[in-house]
């Protein structure tokens, strides 16, 4: 009922900079929360980047805190994830969560595919 599109990813040098984008098409009536996640290997976790909910202060890892900053344009349905002062320790799958809601169904969690972030010298 919803897709997320991500985009943004690539290869950068740490230090660097990029920013995810993470669209939300689809039949819904109200976008809740939106997140990002990421996951470094196929044997670890999904770990949570950072999250918000509306109305509430956005929540980060200790590990990207000062460095990403999530936002969000509710009227273009998309969320953003800046990240600033790459390190290697980024390099990651990152995914977008976006937890919405229709006329027809209730909230409920929708993920994209994944974007590959890559941080190199």
């Known amino acids: 009922q919803v897709q997320l599109a991500e985009s943004g990813g690539g290869v950068v040098q740490p230090g660097g900079s990029l920013r995810l984008a993470c669209a939300a098409s689809g039949s819904f009536s109200s976008v809740h929360t939106m997140a990002w996640f990421r996951q470094t290997s196929p044997e670890a976790s999904r770990e949570l980047v950072a999250?918000?909910?509306?109305?509430?202060?956005?929540r980060y890892a200790d590990s990207v805190k000062g460095r990403f900053t999530l936002s969000r344009d509710d009227a273009k349905n998309t969320h953003y994830l800046q990240m600033n002062n790459l390190e290697p320790a980024d390099t990651a799958v990152y995914y977008c969560?976006?937890?919405?809601?229709?006329?027809?169904?209730?909230?409920?969690?929708?993920w994209g595919r994944g974007i590959q972030v890559t941080v190199s010298s």
């Open positions: 999250s918000n909910t509306p109305g509430a202060n956005t």
């Open positions: 969560k976006t937890v919405a809601s229709g006329t027809d169904y209730p909230r409920t969690q929708f």
